[in-house]
């Protein structure tokens, strides 16, 4: 059977033009034919793979133009929201599989893109099923240090208001690796970047949940490498018992850093 691709393909997003697709015998990888397909979730779940395996070929190739890949990437916001919200792990593994490959090949004009899948994709970092959370989490792991947006951190500070410790520890892991990927430097929103972040990591150190305590400290330890002065005043504002418990963490760290390189001396003197 001929496969269409997307350069003959002469129904571009024309939906009055395409034909039945619900089956894997019918279905043809052509733009329209997998926009039809995602936007039905009666159609066999195997189809949606295949459509979904062929947006990652055209995404990651070049038989495709930019202004192709773009118009169709809009038109996939929606769809892919609608597949995460599904049942199907093995779905859900692949849209989160493809959408990093979307932003590469887009770059930051994607990002409005990616702020409207964020929400649906931080609700799957903290469900018991593993694989959809682990794909979930590898793929915001993925976004943002492929696009660095100051709308992205705002997102990730804005749902720090979550009742959800396993999802409070993710966002704060997120934003110590958008910290050392990136930085959160601004020059129209730096002050009121670093307003929210301290007031963020200032909430986590006394979280009611031990993990999001835990990443705070990590966190705030990569934070005042990159940024001493700020991490210095964050510091002080924080009560007296924090800034104890984050003084002895350090000293324990420093301690277990010269034991380690101490050790490795003491083998290379051998």
Not at 132 to 159: G, P, Q, R, Y
Request: proline share 2%; charged share 20%; aromatic share 8%.
């Amino acid at each position: 059977k001929i496969m269409t691709t997307p350069e003959n393909d002469n129904n571009f997003i024309e939906e009055n033009k395409v034909t039945e697709t619900k089956n894997e015998v019918n279905f043809q990888p052509t733009f329209s034919n997998v926009v039809t397909v995602l936007r039905d979730l009666n159609s066999d779940w195997n189809v949606r793979m295949k459509a979904l395996e062929a947006i990652q070929t055209w995404f990651s190739g070049n038989s495709c133009t930019y202004e192709q890949l773009s118009h169709l990437a809009t038109q996939l916001s929606k769809l892919f929201t609608v597949q995460l919200a599904e049942q199907r792990s093995a779905v859900i593994r692949a849209v989160c599989n493809t959408i990093p490959i979307i932003a590469k090949a887009i770059g930051l004009p994607y990002c409005r893109i990616i702020l409207e899948l964020l929400p649906s994709l931080l609700k799957l970092v903290i469900v018991t099923v593993k694989v959809v959370a682990e794909s979930a989490h590898n793929c915001i792991v993925n976004l943002i240090t492929t696009i660095k947006s100051c709308s992205l951190i705002s997102l990730l500070l804005d749902n720090f208001s979550s009742k959800h410790g396993g999802l409070r520890a993710k966002l704060i892991h997120y934003l110590m690796i958008i910290i050392e990927k990136w930085g959160i430097e601004d020059q129209t929103s730096e002050k009121i970047q670093f307003k929210a972040f301290s007031k963020c990591l200032s909430s986590a150190f006394s979280d009611s949940s031990p993990d999001v305590r835990n990443v705070a400290k990590e966190c705030y330890n990569v934070f005042k490498n990159s940024y001493a002065d700020q991490a210095q005043l964050l510091f002080d504002m924080l009560d007296s018992n924090i800034q104890k418990r984050l003084t002895k963490q350090n000293e324990l760290n420093s301690t277990s850093n010269l034991t380690k390189s101490n050790s490795r001396s003491r083998l290379q003197l051998m």
